[in-house]
T-cell receptor, first 114, second 116 residues
Framework: AQSVTQLGSHVSVSEGALVLLRCNYS??????LFWYVQYPNQGLQLLLK??????LVKGINGFEAEFKKSETSFHLTKPSAHMSDAAEYFC????????????FGQGTELSVKP | DAGVTQSPTHLIKTRGQQVTLRCSPI?????VSWYQQVLGQGPQFIFQ???????GRGNFPDRFSARQFPNYSSELNVNALLLGDSALYLC???????????????FGPGTRLTVL
């Protein structure tokens, strides 16, 4: 069965510092991987997705993620954090055996200090 | 273009009651999925519908049911509410069913259900 593990339920960085949110997946087939962001009291917004066209994926708001098959990882990074990046971030894998349902990690809350 | 819409925004019910949540997908999308997000956790898959047929069901009791209408909108019903049903219920729409990085799911703002 496919699964996703996000290491660290809470990450705190200073404004301007590097953001690194970790995601490891388990999948017996080539995975479809996604990162979503959730701002307080809102739904989920897609940040980026792995399409197999390139291992380094660029998303919105300056975020990017690198797919590493050997490490079964899909970590999310941003070179310089902004106060507006404070939110909950979810890594997800799509399960094609069930119509493409998304299996989410537990989420990582990002705090940005001034 | 309008995104995924959900109604109501908030809902307060008491234990044992029944609730119906509604979702309208993005125009042109034929698949709707429902997720439950308990506070502090990631969303959990409940159902997926495509062309009015159930395509996937998560590990939820039979108290949870859903349907999709000819216009592709959807309703999620929960009977005999329990305190543990308190959560944010998210609806997502996609063009078709099936896993693919090109068939991404777009989420609505959710319905916050509180069971007292």
């Amino acid at each position: 069965a496919q699964s996703v593990t996000q290491l660290g339920s809470h990450v705190s960085v200073s404004e301007g510092a590097l953001v690194l949110l970790r995601c490891n997946y388990s999948s017996s087939v080539p995975p479809y991987l996604f990162w979503y962001v959730q701002y307080p009291n809102q739904g989920l917004q897609l940040l980026l997705k792995y399409t197999s066209a390139a291992t380094l994926v660029k998303g919105i708001n300056g975020f990017e993620a690198e797919f590493k098959k050997s490490e079964t990882s899909f970590h999310l990074t941003k070179p310089s954090a902004h106060m507006s990046d404070a939110a909950e971030y979810f890594c997800a894998v799509s399960d094609d055996n069930q119509g493409g349902k998304l299996i989410f990690g537990q989420g990582t809350e990002l705090s940005v200090k001034p | 273009d309008a995104g995924v819409t959900q109604s109501p925004t908030h809902l307060i019910k008491t234990r044992g009651q029944q609730v119906t949540l509604r979702c309208s997908p993005i125009s042109g999308h034929k698949s709707v999925s429902w997720y439950q997000q308990v506070l502090g956790q990631g969303p959990q898959f409940i159902f997926q519908y495509y062309e009015k047929e159930e395509r996937g069901r998560g590990n939820f009791p039979d108290r949870f049911s859903a349907r999709q209408f000819p216009n592709y909108s959807s309703e999620l019903n929960v009977n005999a509410l329990l305190l543990g049903d308190s959560a944010l219920y998210l609806c997502a729409s996609s063009l078709v069913a099936g896993g693919s990085s090109y068939n991404e799911q777009f989420f609505g703002p959710g319905t916050r259900l509180t069971v007292l």
